[in-house]
């Protein structure tokens, strides 16, 4: 199978709704734990267009997710905030697949982040991933507007299969912008027909812990 997933580090993706206006307590209760001080390297964002907020970061191992989700520290993070959530926790781990315009670190670090879900049915994916780099992949490398975009796939997820995770700098319309060109509608349309199953899952981020 040409979907080679590399090994550890992992990134974990743990995205949760919150209440209309509490997004503003939760992220200073999250800033200021202790919960955040167990994990080595995360980041939290909130969504533009929609009321979550979602934690990323950085394992070696899986024993770091069970040694995070079991300890007081974070019990007592879900103790504060779980009056002011809308829903439970969306959890999955992805491993590296490729960088495609790379960066650093696997955690996004810029001011605005894009998560990109996918799903493509086994029996089609190495299809799919020859497709994706002469399309997706060419497009976003000559992409000015594109700081990183990196391509995951799920290793557990409550949402499986592809995930792309893009960092940007500019205004969020003019990126957004940057993806509707008469070429990426022909490779939405391609991608549609051919090879997702369910349409595209994506979203846009605004950095705030």
Do not use: C
């Amino acid at each position: 199978m040409k979907l080679i997933k590399e090994s550890a580090p992992y990134l974990v993706v743990t995205e949760f709704e919150f209440l209309s206006n509490k997004d503003e307590e939760i992220i200073s209760i999250w800033n200021k734990s202790e919960a955040k001080d167990i994990l080595k390297e995360s980041v939290l964002y909130r969504a533009l267009k929609k009321n979550t907020l979602v934690l990323l970061y950085k394992i070696q191992d899986f024993s770091e997710i069970q040694k995070f989700v079991e300890s007081k520290e974070f019990s007592h993070f879900i103790a504060e905030v779980s009056e002011k959530m809308n829903s439970d926790f969306h959890q999955e781990v992805v491993a590296l697949v490729k960088h495609v315009a790379p960066r650093n670190n696997l955690l996004p670090t810029t001011k605005f982040m894009q998560l990109r879900h996918i799903e493509v049915p086994l029996s089609g994916i190495e299809e799919y991933l020859d497709w994706r780099e002469r399309t997706i992949f060419d497009y976003v490398k000559r992409n000015e507007k594109v700081t990183s975009f990196v391509a995951f796939h799920s290793l557990f997820s409550s949402t499986p299969g592809v995930l792309f995770v893009t960092e940007f700098e500019d205004d969020p319309d003019e990126y957004r912008n940057s993806f509707l060109t008469s070429e990426y509608q022909v490779i939405i349309k391609e991608a549609g027909h051919d090879h997702i199953k369910g349409g595209l899952n994506t979203f846009e981020y605004e950095k705030v812990g």
